[in-house]
């Protein structure tokens, strides 16, 4: 059974970067049979995807968020991580990690860790 647990800072300040990392356990990241990626919901809003890395370690990302936004892996760990820059209180959220069965479709999310950024 896959299990996906995102860990990282629930408050950084403003203009600094926030790096968060998924671990997986139950299926290698390098299985090609999936992809994952990096999902946020704002408070009262939707979610929004942010990118995602493939079993290849190839990398897309929300034209929106790609000037700010690095997905990378390692996968001796089995975990992908996100860092985000330039961060404002606009990217205070709920940062979820999932794995992508196809395109906008996925079958398992962490549990989401809140980031907020403030001063």
């Known amino acids: 059974q896959v299990q996906l647990q995102e860990s990282g800072p629930g408050l950084v300040k403003p203009s600094l970067t926030l790096s968060l990392t998924c671990t997986v356990s139950g299926v290698s990241i390098t299985s090609n049979l999936y992809a994952w990626s990096w999902i946020r919901q704002p408070p009262g809003k939707g979610l929004e995807w942010m990118g995602v890395i493939a079993y290849d370690g190839s990398t897309d990302y929300n034209p929106s968020l790609k000037s700010r936004t690095s997905i990378s892996r390692d996968t001796s760990k089995n975990q992908f991580s996100l860092q985000l820059s330039s961060l404002t209180p606009e990217d205070t959220a709920v940062y979820y990690c999932?794995?992508?069965?196809?395109?906008?479709?996925?079958?398992?999310w962490g549990q989401g860790t809140q980031v907020t950024v403030s001063s």
């Open positions: 999932a794995r992508g069965v196809g395109v906008g479709a996925f079958d398992s």
